[in-house]
C-alpha cells in the first residue's frame, strides 16, 4: 500500500480566464464554518440569505434565482436542462465555451436515435449552430438574421467567450428572441459579476447561468448563479425533463423556492455544504459592497491599462473583454506561444493559451484590480518574453501605465 504525503499546491497568480483569485475574506468564511449539515437552521437562513443576495447582484426579480453546486457547467446543465429532444434551437457559437454549449445542446436536443448514431457528438436535425468566426462577437444583425429564418424553440448564446475574449451583443440578443418567439438562453459564466448588467433588462433572455469563481471571486465547486423566468419554469412544468439533482424546479427547492413561490426555509433536495454556502454567502456580500457598477469600472480602468502596456510590448490584442486580454505576440516571438505560457507557469504566473485553434496568449485579472497586481502582470510578461529573446522597450511599457496610473505614483 502507497500512501503519499500531504497534498502541497502551491500559490500561483491566477492571471488566466478563471478561476481568479478566490477573495481572502471567501476563504476565511469556507475555512470559519462549523460542521453542521445541510438542514441546519444557519445554513437554511445562509442559503435563503444567499439566493436574495442573488437577485439583487443579477439585477432579477425572477424567483427561480439560486446556486448550483458545482462550477459553470454545472450551471448551464441545469439552464440547458429544459431543451428537450427535438426541440428547435439556434446556438451561436464564436469560441471554445459556446462551442461546448452547442455540445450540450445538441446531446439535449438529439432524439434516442440521433444519440445513438453518434453518442460523444450527436448531429441533431433540429439543432442550428450558427458559427461566428474566432476573434469576432456575435452581433444583434446576426442574432436577428438567424432567428428570422429559422424561429427557433430556443436560442442560445455565450455573454462573454472566454475562449476568444469577445463580448456577445447581449441586447441585439435579447431583442431578437422577443421578436421571433424564441427563449433566449444565456452562458453568463465570465460576465457576472465583470460586467454591469441587470437581467431583467434582457426580456428575450429566460434563463442565465454562471459559475461561482470568476467574477464572483468564489471557490469553484461551490455555487454556480442561475436564474430562470416565471416562463422559462411553466415551459418545464408542460415538458419535463429527464434529470433528478440538475432539474431547476426541484434543485430551487433546497433553497427555498417552492411551488414558484419563496417559502421560509428550503426542503431537502440533496446535502449541501456548510463550507460551500458559507463561502458563496461571503463572496456576494463582497459584490454587494463594491457594487457591480464599481467593479465593472475598476475591470474597465485596469483592462485598459493592461491592454496598452502589452500593446507597448509589440503583442497585438483582439479581445474586447474586461476581465481578460487576448492577443497575438510580436512577430518575433510567433509560434512560440505556448512555450511562452509554459514559462510562465512554470514560475507560478498561471496565464493561459486559447484552447482550440488559432493559438494565442491569453492574459486575465480576476480580482487583481490593483495598480500593483497589473504592474506585477505587466513587468513577469514582459520579463518572460525577454527570456525567450525578444526585445521589449521598457520605457515604451512604463509610460503606457503612467499613462493609466499617473507618473507621480510610479515614480514612488
Ligand atoms: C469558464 C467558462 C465555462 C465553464 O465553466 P467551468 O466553471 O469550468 O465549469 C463555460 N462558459 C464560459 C463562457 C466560461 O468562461
Not at 351 to 368: A, F, H, K, Y
Request: aromatic share 6%; proline share 5%; glycine share 8%.
Amino acid at each position: 500500500m502507497t500512501i503519499f504525503p500531504p497534498l502541497v499546491i502551491p500559490q500561483t497568480i491566477a492571471a488566466g480566464p478563471g478561476p481568479g483569485n478566490t477573495d481572502a475574506r471567501v476563504l476565511a468564511r469556507f475555512a470559519g464554518a462549523g460542521l453542521a449539515d445541510h438542514m441546519h437552521p444557519d445554513v437554511l437562513r445562509g442559503m435563503i440569505e444567499c439566493k436574495q443576495m442573488l437577485r439583487e447582484v443579477m439585477g432579477t426579480k425572477n424567483v427561480h434565482t439560486f446556486g448550483v453546486a458545482g462550477t459553470g457547467w454545472s450551471g448551464l446543465d441545469v439552464m440547458f436542462s429544459a431543451v428537450m429532444p427535438g426541440d428547435k434551437v439556434v446556438m451561436f457559437v464564436n469560441g471554445t465555451f459556446s462551442g461546448i454549449d452547442g455540445l450540450t445542446v445538441r446531446m439535449k436536443a438529439a432524439t434516442a436515435d440521433e444519440l445513438a448514431a453518434n453518442p460523444m457528438d450527436p448531429q441533431p436535425a433540429s439543432v442550428i449552430i450558427i458559427d461566428v468566426p474566432h476573434g469576432q462577437s456575435v452581433t444583434g444583425e446576426i442574432a436577428e438574421k438567424a432567428l428570422a429564418e429559422h424561429k427557433p424553440k430556443w436560442a442560445a448564446m455565450a455573454h462573454s467567450e472566454t475562449g476568444s475574449g469577445r463580448v456577445n451583443d447581449i441586447k441585439g440578443f435579447s431583442d431578437a428572441c422577443e421578436k421571433h418567439g424564441a427563449m433566449g438562453l444565456v452562458d453568463a459564466v465570465s460576465s457576472l459579476g465583470v460586467e454591469d448588467f441587470s437581467i431583467d433588462d434582457y426580456p428575450g433572455v429566460h434563463g442565465w447561468a454562471s459559475c461561482p469563481q470568476k467574477g464572483i471571486c468564489c471557490l469553484p465547486l461551490t455555487y454556480a448563479p442561475v436564474s430562470f423566468t416565471d416562463h422559462y419554469i411553466d415551459v418545464l412544468k408542460s415538458t419535463g425533463t429527464r434529470t433528478f439533482v440538475h432539474h431547476p424546479i426541484m434543485e430551487a427547492r433546497h433553497w427555498g423556492i417552492i411551488d414558484g413561490k419563496d417559502s421560509e426555509k428550503g426542503v431537502y433536495h440533496r446535502t449541501h455544504s456548510a463550507y460551500a454556502v458559507a463561502a458563496f454567502h461571503e463572496a456576494l456580500r463582497i459584490t454587494l459592497e463594491q457594487t457591480v457598477a464599481q467593479r465593472a469600472a475598476d475591470y474597465r480602468f485596469h483592462e485598459a491599462a493592461l491592454r496598452d502596456a502589452l500593446s507597448a510590448m509589440g503583442c497585438e490584442i483582439t479581445s474586447n473583454m474586461t476581465s481578460l486580454v487576448v492577443l497575438n505576440l510580436p512577430a518575433e516571438l510567433a509560434g512560440r506561444e505556448m512555450e511562452l505560457v509554459q514559462h510562465c507557469r512554470a514560475q507560478n504566473f498561471g496565464i493561459w493559451p486559447t484552447l482550440s485553434e488559432p493559438v494565442q496568449v491569453r492574459i486575465g485579472i480576476l480580482n487583481l484590480l490593483t495598480q500593483s497586481a497589473i504592474t506585477d502582470i505587466v513587468t513577469r510578461f514582459a520579463q518572460a518574453m525577454r527570456d525567450l529573446g525578444a526585445t521589449v522597450d521598457q520605457e515604451a511599457v512604463e509610460a503606457a501605465l503612467d499613462r493609466h496610473y499617473g507618473r507621480a505614483i510610479a515614480a514612488e
